[in-house]
Structure formats: C-alpha cells, structure tokens
C-alpha cells in the first residue's frame, strides 16, 4: 500500500502545480491518468461503482463537496477552489488521498477554511493509535473544527482501504470518542474531512455522482490513507509519512526506517 500511497502523492502534487486560472477539470484529469499509468499504476476511481464512474479523479470546484465528473466544460477561474481526490492500485494494493486547491487568489475566509481542514485531518491521523477505538479518529476531526463554526457534512466520511478502494468501517468526522472497532496493527484508514462555510446538507446532482452542497456555500475536502502501527500512526499517502506534521502535534510517526519515501 505503500507503494500506491506515493504514486497518489506524487499524482496530487502535480494536480497542485497544474491548478490555474483556464485550466479545465479534465485537462486535470488527464494529467493524473498519465501520471498513474506512467508507474505502472491503474486507477482506482475510473469505472468504479454503478453508474460507472468516468474519470481518474474527482475534482469538486466550489460548493461541490466530492465526486464530481472531470469536464471539459468546467473551466477554472480565479477565486475558485477545486478539491481533487485521486486513488491508484498498484500491485493490487490502493492508495486513496485528496486536497483541496485555491484557484489563484481566493478570500481570506476561504482560505481559513482550508487551513482548518487540513488540521482537522492530521488531528484525526494523529489519532489512530494502536488500542483506540474508530470514533477516537471521528471525535478529533470534530473536536477540531466545531470551534471554527463550519459545517461538517453528514453521512460521508472516510473508509478502510487495502485491496478495495472502499472497504469497512465507515469513519465519520464526528462522535464521542471511545466507540467502534479496535485500532489493531495493519488497521489501515482512508481520513476523509469535508467541511462547509454554510449548512453541512448536501444534495447529489442530476450526474448521479456530484455532492453539492444545499445552499451553494463553499465547501473543503482533505483525504489521507494511513496505517496502525505499534510505533504511531504511518500516512501512507505522505513521502514522509507524517513524521513532520506528526512532529508539530508531538505524535510519533509509525514509519518504518526501511520504508520508501518515494
């Protein structure tokens, strides 16, 4: 998984570079298919489900929260925000990540946003620790942003992953801490925020795959994959595992010395 960890890492920092003003989604799209198929990589996402899903990523710009189609139409402008999620098997192993971009200059207020779900995720990856429970995960993702006032969007979440893209448990970004399944070693996670700078409703749009939300407001979206070691959390979609984020929050990180950085 490791190894599908940092071809998503990789794939992810060159959609980051890639995000402008004119750009289109599926001239995105495009980029991160070559990117993964480059490495000897497939695509998690394109086929996936019923109907089937058409793209490598998703790429959700403004009040569209996640899974939204790649278009030609969907041109980038400045002050947008663009969250992209990209998942790729290798060796029949899945890596599953995703950030959220400024389109050039966006608002201040927007950028908070971003910040705080970002610190959010690495909060509820810093909780996944060997002997704790699923919603200790939950409870720290919410812990951190209900202070800031955003909303965070029901139902969705993050999944475990390994030879499926989506496998069990569901993880929530919200709950009382201590309950659900036991973090043993090789537990690994996909930690999934979504927040919203208005109502965390969300409506799914006529494509049968697009999460908006209800009331148009903006919303954010950051995703890593991350495995249960006996030495700490190990973000498996991080080059270097988490050890510097992890270091900031005084966590240690679960990486091997052996382990590749990418």
């Given amino acids: 998984m490791r190894v599908a960890g940092l071809l998503v890492a990789k794939t992810l920092a060159k959609l980051r570079e890639a995000v402008a003003p004119g750009v289109t989604t599926a001239d ?12 000897g990589g497939i695509p998690s996402f394109k086929g996936y489900a019923h109907p089937p899903y058409p793209a490598s990523i998703c790429s959700s710009v403004n009040n569209e929260v996640v899974h939204a ?12 925000i663009v ?7 290798v060796d029949g192993w899945h890596g599953d990540s995703a950030i959220t971009v400024p389109v050039g200059e966006v608002a201040p207020e927007v ?12 909060r509820g990856l810093a909780a996944a620790q060997l002997g704790g429970r699923l919603t200790d995960i939950s409870n720290a993702v919410e812990r951190h942003i209900t202070p800031h006032g955003y909303g965070i969007v029901d139902h969705y979440g993050g999944h475990g992953i390994g030879t499926e893209m989506h496998q069990p448990p569901h993880v929530l970004n919200y709950g009382r801490p201590g309950r659900g399944l036991k973090l043993v070693e090789g537990v690994a996670l996909a930690i999934e925020p979504m ?6 409703d969300t409506v799914i749009l006529s494509d049968e795959w697009t999460v908006a939300t209800k009331d148009g407001s903006l919303a ?12 700490g959390p190990w973000v498996l979609t991080e080059p270097d595992g988490g050890v510097a ?3 900031a929050l005084g966590v240690a990180c679960g990486q091997p010395a052996d382990a590749p950085t990418g």
Avoid at 111 to 122: F, G, Q, T
Wanted: hydrophobic residues 40%; negative net charge.
């Fill in 28 to 39: 995105l799209d495009e980029l991160a298919e070559k990117t993964i198929r480059a490495d």
């Fill in 111 to 122: 950028l908070d946003m971003l910040r705080v779900c970002d610190e959010a995720l690495w």
């Fill in 195 to 200: 927040i919203t700078l208005g109502s965390p």
């Fill in 245 to 247: 984020r992890f270091a």
């Fill in 69 to 80: 189609i790649p278009s030609r139409r969907r041109v980038l402008r400045e002050g947008d």
């Fill in 83 to 89: 969250s992209i999620d990209c998942g790729a098997i």
């Fill in 220 to 231: 954010a979206h950051t995703e890593h994959s991350v495995a249960v070691t006996p030495r």
